[in-house]
């Protein structure tokens, strides 16, 4: 089995910034993509950020420019860096990890609460 863990979630107000990890853990050959999705209330969720294990990243339009997702392979983590923070950036933002073990199954983690203020 997989074990996903986010951290870094917070309160902050506009314009500030914050710094999410996620670490992959348990058995597996390889983790593939790594991503992170966010659910505002009354909201689907949505995806944000995703890295290959080869670093290709893709971005919500919302985001680009304001975030980076990246990741350390070595580690079984990947980060996001949120910079210039709105109000419509607040929700629960989760880790979507892509491992082999040998198949390819998605797990997530619990989630990680991002409040901004105006």
């Known amino acids: 089995q997989v074990q996903v863990v986010e951290s870094g979630g917070g309160l902050v107000q506009a314009g500030g910034s914050l710094r999410l990890s996620c670490v992959a853990s348990g058995t597996f050959y390889h983790i593939n993509t790594m991503a992170w999705y966010r659910q505002a209330p009354g909201k689907q969720r949505e995806l944000v950020a995703g890295i290959t294990s080869g670093g290709n990243t893709n971005y919500a339009d919302s985001v680009k420019g304001r975030f980076t997702i990246s990741r350390d392979n070595a580690k079984n983590t990947a980060y996001l860096q949120m910079n210039s923070l709105k109000p419509e950036d607040t929700g629960i933002y989760y880790c979507?990890?892509?491992?082999?073990?040998?198949?390819?199954?998605?797990?997530w983690g619990q989630g990680t609460q991002v409040t901004v203020s105006s």
């Open positions: 979507k990890v892509v491992a082999l073990i040998p198949w390819t199954r998605d797990y």
